[in-house]
């Protein structure tokens, strides 16, 4: 890293005579992007993505970095069998999350393993029957030609990655072991088929199919002529058929015969979304998506019975040890059926807070994990389908998060909002969400405030309203309708009640920067200067008369809330401002972040920027920052999905962390500047412990 003092074209014109800070040193930068991507091209490995990152960056071992994950909250619920239960103890299970594999415990918060190797959000999840294995597949890569969706398959007990499986693109649907855990199944986007041996990573045999198949599933296995057999349920646009996958001694080659099952001379048309078997294998069960569950004769390959069950589909289907069957459906509802053959009963019906995408059972037989689309999974008792919640996140992009000026054991609140309409408040304690509130007509959440010791939320919405709610958000406080045209995109408030200075100060996308009075929420003045959206206010943070905005059009403005006058105003070219901090150190100037990668830093007596960073990385673009609460450390973050970390004396890059896979949209440190949390495209949070943090 070193200071510069020319012109960097392209990216900042007219400011050559201000100091310039490249991250990384432009004299290394093309050259660690390619090796970037020859090497990541081959190799998906974290390690190697690290190692690669902060040498770029010249921070030091990533081994030794003092930013680490330390718990990541979040599931999208947008994948079919996303939520396992591992068979090796009733408490764990795992589940996807934007692009990484979490291990947890139902019973400890703090018990997070967390797989880290796909560069896309993961798309399937398997477990092997004896739970010692654990696959999944993601969405087609974007970082390298291809398209390449590859199946990494990992040890549940250390948490390593054992081995790539490649071929699939575009996306991976299913995942499933075979019986014996010899050969894993894998099934794309694509319409292709393949079947991995696992003990060297070799494709035995592939399929391109006319549609992307729908179900897999291993039946059972078998010694024929002194070989093993497979028998499999293999289920391809409205024909389900009756697999058998064997060695052809002829051939010298594995291969795969079907023959479909035979279905009522009346015709029955029907998709597949899950399936299961009986203990004996006699029977399969398949769920459709046209609300019923279908009973085959598997050792015949004959229809038996069709039951209807529910609305919007059988998405997911388990057989408990009773032979009873526990349904999961598109309408929220969970269903247990009981019977054989033709006749067959409904037991038992309740129903969760959103469609039910995965359903699996625990390895003692007496719970049911379901997994649901709005980010809820629940443990429900076989017996009686009594439920409880074991963890929620949210469904959508986090778009804003702030803590709150609380003390003691409620240091740790904070809340969310995300594009959606979700609201909540979280404890950063146990990771739990302690409250949930949203706001159907009111577009998305997209800024945040908290304050006074009571605990009140201050929301600013994409319908342009300014609510606040109590921090249970059971209740509505008061509310500003149209605060700002276009939606209330920023809000900082004052409360220092001993100086007489309670008011709260608003921005818009209709470029307006509005003070109200806290009290009664009297607008008291208006500013109308910005020619485009305002991305941010502040109230400085040593005059609160003061005050700060930026905008989409390149400005940063103050005022001088006792005059009621602009202050000051800086321009700066190309490139959208997108956030704002200050400093708490130095002349406590402001620092901006674009669309450019630029920090800029700006004096309130000084037109020009004082100091120009510029991030050269691969996508520069920087959504967010914020300095920390000792003013030490500028933590930034923006479309690359790289958290990073600066000293802010020295410029130099401290951390980098990466966890995300999307635009990195919001972020906030801890109270006590020991941890970060940031919020992204990927529905995600991610909480980080930041070791040089609250040290003095």
Not at 107 to 127: E, G
Not at 269 to 278: K, L, M, P, T, Y
Request: with cysteine; hydrophobic share 35%; glycine share 10%.
């Amino acid at each position: 890293m070193s200071a510069r003092d020319h012109t960097h074209q392209g990216h900042l014109q007219g400011a050559s005579h201000h100091p310039e800070i490249f991250l990384p040193p432009t004299d290394r930068t093309e050259e660690k992007l390619v090796e970037q991507k020859e090497v990541l091209e081959d190799d998906f490995s974290p390690e190697i993505q690290d190692k690669i990152l902060h040498e770029t960056y010249g921070a030091g071992d990533a081994s030794e970095d003092p930013l680490q994950l330390e718990h990541m909250v979040g599931f999208g619920g947008e994948f079919p069998n996303s939520v396992v239960s591992l068979p090796l103890d009733d408490n764990l299970f795992t589940k996807c999350m934007g692009s990484l594999i979490a291990i947890e415990n139902m019973n400890d918060p703090h018990d997070q393993t967390i797989l880290r190797a796909h560069d896309m959000q993961v798309s399937a999840l398997a477990v092997s029957p004896s739970g010692e294995l654990l696959a999944s597949g993601q969405l087609g890569t974007r970082s390298f030609k291809g398209n390449a969706a590859p199946i990494f398959v990992w040890s549940t007990a250390t948490g390593k990655r054992l081995v790539a499986l490649r071929g699939l693109t575009q996306r991976v649907n299913i995942i499933t072991f075979s019986t014996d855990e010899k050969f894993l199944c894998g099934c794309g986007e694509d319409c292709l088929l393949y079947v991995w041996e696992l003990s060297s990573g070799e494709v035995v045999f592939g399929q391109r199919n006319t549609t992307p198949v729908s179900i897999v599933k291993w039946v059972e296995h078998y010694v024929q002529n002194r070989r093993v057999v497979y028998d499999l349920a293999i289920g391809v646009g409205t024909t389900l058929s009756k697999g058998k996958f064997y060695f052809d001694q002829g051939r010298v080659q594995w291969t795969l015969s079907t023959k479909p099952y035979a279905l009522p001379s009346g015709g029955l048309v029907r998709h597949f979304a899950s399936i299961d078997h009986s203990e004996d294998c006699k029977y399969l069960f398949v769920g459709t998506t046209g609300a019923d569950m279908i009973v085959y004769r598997h050792d015949i390959a004959v229809f038996r019975a069709l039951i209807p069950i529910c609305s919007n589909g059988v998405r997911s289907m388990v057989r408990l040890p009773n032979g009873d069957i526990v349904c999961g459906g598109g309408d929220g509802s969970v269903t247990k059926v009981t019977g054989e053959d033709l006749a067959w009963e409904i037991l038992e019906k309740i129903t969760l807070d959103g469609p039910v995408v995965s359903l699996s059972l625990s390895p003692n037989g007496s719970e049911v994990l379901a997994g649901c689309s709005s980010g809820s999974i629940f443990r429900c008792m076989t017996h009686s389908l009594a439920s409880d919640v074991v963890t929620t996140s949210h469904t959508s992009a986090v778009t804003t998060l702030a803590f709150g000026p609380f003390n003691g054991d409620r240091a740790g609140i904070f809340a969310t909002g995300t594009r959606n309409g979700e609201l909540r408040v979280w404890d950063i304690a146990d990771y739990a969400c302690t409250a949930f509130r949203r706001e159907v007509k009111a577009g998305a959440v997209l800024c945040l405030a908290l304050y006074s010791d009571n605990g009140m939320v201050v929301s600013g919405w994409e319908d342009g309203f300014i609510r606040c709610h109590d921090i249970s958000l059971n209740r509505q406080i008061w509310y500003i309708p149209q605060g700002h045209r276009g939606g209330t995109t920023s809000i900082a408030i004052c409360d220092d009640a001993e100086n007489k200075m309670q008011f709260m100060v608003s921005g818009g996308a209709d470029g307006a920067v509005r003070v109200w009075r806290l009290s009664n929420r009297e607008l008291m003045t208006q500013y109308s200067e910005h020619s485009r959206g305002v991305s941010k206010v502040l109230i400085d943070n040593t005059h609160k008369n003061i005050v700060h905005s930026v905008s989409l059009d390149c400005t940063v403005l103050s005022y001088d809330l006792k005059t009621d006058k602009r202050k000051i105003s800086h321009i700066i070219k190309g490139g959208y401002l997108t956030h704002m901090t200050q400093r708490l150190d130095s002349e406590c100037e402001l620092i901006t972040c674009d669309t450019q990668g630029r920090l800029l830093h700006w004096d309130i007596d000084v037109r020009d920027p004082v100091l120009i960073v510029m991030d050269a990385g691969m996508n520069p673009s920087l959504k967010v920052l914020a300095v920390s609460p000792s003013g030490r450390f500028l933590a930034f973050a923006g479309d690359d999905t790289v958290l990073k970390v600066l000293d802010v004396a020295s410029n130099q890059v401290l951390s980098l962390g990466k966890g995300h896979s999307g635009s990195i949209l919001t972020l906030s440190w801890t109270p006590d500047e020991r941890q970060i949390i940031t919020g992204s495209e990927d529905s995600c949070m991610c909480v980080w412990n930041f070791y040089l943090g609250g040290q003095e």
